[in-house]
């Protein structure tokens, strides 16, 4: 039995796959059954003075592999898969530790937040702007161009090639509602099954 007597507990996530600790917050006993019922981090925000899901606002949810409770039973640990980034910056951790590997989730939150702030400077928000067909369009071109630089044995001018699909990629991904993780969750699947 867990110990709320004093409302609220300390509560450590760590990914399941990498036991990297993501973050930490706090649960009070509804944030906690709410969680065990939606399989989701839920914690009570002290700032907001609610109970908020992890994820709620940008998706990027913790899903709930594990649950440990310490020896006095006044704190959690949780295991979960995260579903994106988790700090709110973009980081992976909320310690603004970015697996280079993921730095594409963080490129994809920046992507969110120049639409989001409707930024008229911005390259992305005037791209979004123009529609589905130009997105596509653009995304073509720089395809053209990576197959175009892959004939040469400029490695520089590939790789910057390269950089420019999977970024026009991912404001596509945007533009359909997307997200870098639903791809990656099919590819996950399909390594599973080889």
Sequence with gaps: MI???KG?????????????????????QEAYKKSIDEKKVTFYSRSKKRL????????????????????????????????????HKGSDT???????????FCLENIISDRIKKKQENSYIYQLLKKGINRISQKLGEEAVELIIESKDNNKNLFLNESADLLFHYLILLKKKGLKIQDVINILENRHLKS
């Design 3 to 5: 110990n709320f007597k």
């Design 8 to 28: 609220l507990i300390p509560v450590i996530v760590q990914d399941s796959k990498t036991d990297k600790v993501l973050m930490l917050g706090y649960m009070n």
């Design 52 to 87: 908020w899901t992890k994820g709620e606002i940008s998706k990027n949810y913790l899903f709930i592999k594990d649950i440990l409770v310490d020896c006095d039973k006044d704190t959690l640990l949780i295991k979960a898969k995260p579903s994106g980034p988790i700090c």
């Design 94 to 104: 909320c310690w603004k530790e970015i697996n280079n590997k993921n730095f594409l």
